[in-house]
């Protein structure tokens, strides 16, 4: 006898929300039941779409019967209230990056639902890429022997509007902080953190004393070296790549184009279209493989990876990277990730 779908709500009805609503509707073991966004009209328009009730008050969200979980993909200041919320009502919870960005209030956040013991998914969807995770399997299955240095690339097309980047929490806690995750995915013990960043090309970033261009080093307590790089533009599309090298060989991935095509003639050998335009289009599969994994964990009930703790270690790394990178210090995490 088939098992009975699972009962999602969803919070946000914005582009990542959409990203979630086209993926429940689309899972065969899920019925998406509430869309909730206090911007009513995005949230019928998306429940008209996809399926689902659309309500503009969470307590609506938090009276339905019979809901098994929810994903929370509304604006930052929201998630630890929602998250708070659903885990006392015993729901299992799907959260996008970041918890919150002040760190004290995610550590109370962390403390007041630890009783309640329901499933808690952070958005860390690069861990579902399917390239990224050949990678890192390949690595634990020791086919590049011990790994020594992790390189990380991550640039974005172009920047995001002024609004949007001056209530990120800037670059290291919006962007890096994936990257960052990626890291801790690889070498779990991260022990020390560097960075410098500039304000390069972005008249605005540099206005609201943020940075564009970073680069950032961590330390893993064997020694092992990670090196993220970041930009907010990339003339190419969205750059994408991992590179993994070990005491015995090395592992890569690269970008991802939208065909497999190559020109070869008298300009030029290996000619390729640019790299797909987006996250919503290079991390497609990592969103629904993200999916089935929280599924998984909400049948099982048991604990998710990445879980609230992955996400409190991000967001403690991500702050590590702004204070060196403003102050020129190196930052030992030891303490802040015991």
Same mark, same amino acid.
């Given at each position: 006898m088939?098992q009975?779908k699972l009962?999602?709500a969803?919070?946000g009805?914005g582009r990542?929300?959409?990203v979630h609503?086209?993926n429940?509707?689309d899972h065969p ?9 206090p911007?009513?009209?995005?949230a019928?328009?998306?429940?008209a779409?996809?399926g ?7 307590a609506?969200v ?7 979980g929810v994903?929370i993909?509304s ?9 708070s919320?659903?885990?006392?009502h015993?729901?299992?919870v799907l ?10 209030t995610?550590?109370?956040?962390r ?5 309640h013991?329901?499933?808690i998914m952070?958005g860390?969807?690069r861990r ?11 690595v634990v ?8 240095q992790?390189?990380i ?6 920047? &995001?509007? #002024?609004?949007y980047?001056?209530? @990120?929490? $800037?670059i290291?806690?919006d962007?890096t902080?994936h990257? /960052?995750?990626? !890291?801790r995915f690889f070498?779990?013990?991260?022990v020390?953190?560097?960075a410098?960043?500039s304000?390069l090309?972005s008249?605005?970033?540099?206005s609201?004393?943020d940075?564009d261009t970073?680069?950032?080093?961590l330390?893993g307590?064997?020694g092992?070296i990670?090196?993220?790089i970041?930009?907010r533009?990339?003339?190419y599309g969205y750059?994408q ?6 005491s015995?060989?090395m592992?890569?991935?690269?970008n991802v184009?939208?065909?497999t095509?190559?020109?070869y003639?008298?300009t030029?050998?290996e000619?390729?279209?640019?790299c797909?335009?987006f996250?919503l289009e290079?991390?497609a599969?990592?969103?629904?493989a ?5 599924v998984? &964990?909400? #049948?099982a009930?048991g604990t998710c @990876?990445p $879980?609230?703790?992955?996400g409190?270690?991000a967001?403690? /790394?991500a702050? !590590?990277a702004?204070?060196s ?5 190196t930052v030992?995490?030891?303490d802040a990730?015991r």
């Amino acid at each position: 006898m088939p098992q009975q779908k699972l009962r999602l709500a969803l919070f946000g009805s914005g582009r990542i929300g959409q990203v979630h609503a086209r993926n429940l509707a689309d899972h065969p073991d899920i019925e998406l039941a509430l869309i909730s966004d206090p911007f009513i009209e995005g949230a019928r328009t998306l429940a008209a779409q996809t399926g689902g009730r659309a309500v503009s008050d969470p307590a609506e969200v938090f009276a339905e019967p019979g809901l098994d979980g929810v994903i929370i993909a509304s604006p930052t200041p929201t998630h630890v209230d929602l998250m708070s919320q659903a885990a006392a009502h015993g729901l299992a919870v799907l959260c996008e990056k970041p918890i919150d960005l002040d760190i004290t209030t995610v550590l109370e956040c962390r403390d007041n639902i630890r009783e309640h013991q329901v499933p808690i998914m952070l958005g860390f969807n690069r861990r579902f890429d399917p390239n990224f995770k050949a990678v890192r399997d390949e690595v634990v299955a020791g086919a590049i022997g011990t790994l020594e240095q992790l390189t990380i690339i991550s640039r974005d097309p172009a920047p &995001a509007p #002024r609004d949007y980047i001056e209530a @990120s929490g $800037g670059i290291f806690r919006d962007m890096t902080i994936h990257d /960052l995750d990626i !890291a801790r995915f690889f070498i779990p013990n991260i022990v020390e953190v560097s960075a410098v960043g500039s304000a390069l090309f972005s008249a605005d970033i540099k206005s609201l004393n943020d940075f564009d261009t970073t680069t950032t080093t961590l330390r893993g307590a064997d020694g092992e070296i990670v090196t993220i790089i970041n930009s907010r533009h990339c003339a190419y599309g969205y750059d994408q790549r991992i590179e993994a090298f070990g005491s015995t060989g090395m592992l890569t991935a690269g970008n991802v184009s939208a065909t497999t095509v190559r020109r070869y003639d008298a300009t030029g050998t290996e000619q390729a279209g640019p790299c797909l335009p987006f996250f919503l289009e290079r991390y497609a599969a990592a969103y629904r493989a993200e999916l089935d994994a929280f599924v998984q &964990a909400i #049948r099982a009930g048991g604990t998710c @990876s990445p $879980g609230f703790d992955d996400g409190v270690a991000a967001l403690v /790394l991500a702050d !590590a990277a702004a204070e060196s990178a403003t102050t020129g210090k190196t930052v030992s995490v030891v303490d802040a990730l015991r």
